[in-house]
């Protein structure tokens, strides 16, 4: 007998989140569009060859869209959530709030037996 998985539509999004800078994209982005080098900056130790290669997987997993801006002195593209990423933030959203309520750092740990 071969057995499924229960929640494979979770576990895919788990996998979504859990990857390296992926919610911190998606958290800058529900801000506002932003270009390449403003997400770049945005996000402290990110470089450009990763975020590159996030950007491409979130835009094939719906999440992130590309879109092209022309002014009169330059074209550039701007990244930007879809629909899809936008209800996503809810779930980062309260992601965070567990996280602040239960994840300890290392550097928290020592904070706290410093301070006993």
């Given at each position: 007998m071969v057995k499924t998985p229960v929640?494979?539509?979770m576990d895919?999004?788990?996998?979504?989140?859990?990857?390296?800078?992926?919610?911190q994209i998606i958290e800058r982005l529900n801000t506002c569009p932003m270009r390449f080098c403003q997400l770049r900056d945005s996000i402290p130790g990110v470089s450009d060859r990763i975020l590159t290669?996030?950007?491409?997987?979130?835009?094939?997993?719906?999440?992130?869209?590309?879109?092209?801006?022309?002014t009169?002195?330059?074209d550039y593209k701007v990244y930007c959530?879809?629909?899809k990423g936008k209800a996503f933030t809810?779930?980062?959203?309260?992601?965070h709030a567990w996280a602040e309520d239960w994840v300890v750092l290392e550097s928290e740990e020592e904070l706290a037996g410093q301070r006993a």
């Open positions: 929640c494979t539509k895919v999004a788990i996998k979504i989140v859990a990857k390296k800078w992926n919610g290669e996030r950007l491409r997987m979130l835009i094939a997993d719906g999440i992130v869209q590309q879109s092209a801006v022309t009169a002195h330059s959530l879809t629909e809810p779930v980062l959203d309260s992601l």
